[in-house]
């Protein structure tokens, strides 16, 4: 089976998250552009892209894992979005440690950190969620081994 082409692998992410909305109130897809874009700007192949768009579909259960497993995607963006996929009490370390021990996620799981604690993303948050989130995002970053955002 012939993998997606991008365009595909988008359009399947905009059609699965569709009419769903980020903390922030904004449409779900924005989130998954600007991570695949910041994919794409830290030098990401189009597995990794791939991967970005998907990237939370399955934990936000929007695909199950046996659909993601029946898409037509390489072994290597199925392992990406597996490596991504927050499991039901998972602790921080043990989620870092599959996204460092899965080639590639560990940058897919950069862009999208850097997309969660954007300031201007944050800043229409309450007070104790932002603090929250704040904190949460540079927990995972330092256990990602990803310098701090200044």
């Given at each position: 089976m012939t993998p997606l082409t991008l365009p595909e692998v988008e359009a399947l992410a905009r059609t699965v998250h569709e009419g769903r909305t980020d903390k922030a109130g904004r449409?779900?897809?924005?989130?998954?552009?600007?991570?695949?874009?910041?994919?794409?700007?830290?030098?990401?192949?189009?597995?990794?892209?791939?991967?970005?768009?998907?990237?939370?579909?399955?934990?936000?259960?929007?695909?199950?894992?046996?659909?993601?497993?029946?898409?037509?995607?390489?072994?290597?963006?199925?392992?990406?979005?597996?490596?991504?996929?927050?499991?039901?009490?998972?602790?921080?370390?043990?989620?870092?440690?599959?996204?460092?021990a899965t080639p590639g996620a560990r940058l897919v799981k950069e862009a999208d950190l850097a997309h969660n604690a954007d300031p201007e993303r944050l800043a229409v948050l309450d007070g104790p969620t932002r603090r929250r989130l704040t904190e949460k995002y540079a927990r995972m970053r330092a256990l990602l081994g990803l310098a701090a955002k200044a």
């Open positions: 449409p779900y897809a924005e989130h998954l552009a600007a991570v695949a874009e910041g994919v794409r700007a830290r030098g990401g192949d189009a597995e990794q892209i791939a991967a970005a768009w998907l990237h939370d579909s399955v934990e936000d259960g929007v695909l199950t894992r046996d659909r993601l497993a029946a898409t037509a995607l390489t072994p290597r963006t199925r392992a990406i979005v597996d490596a991504l996929t927050k499991r039901p009490g998972e602790q921080p370390e043990a989620y870092a440690r599959r996204i460092l």
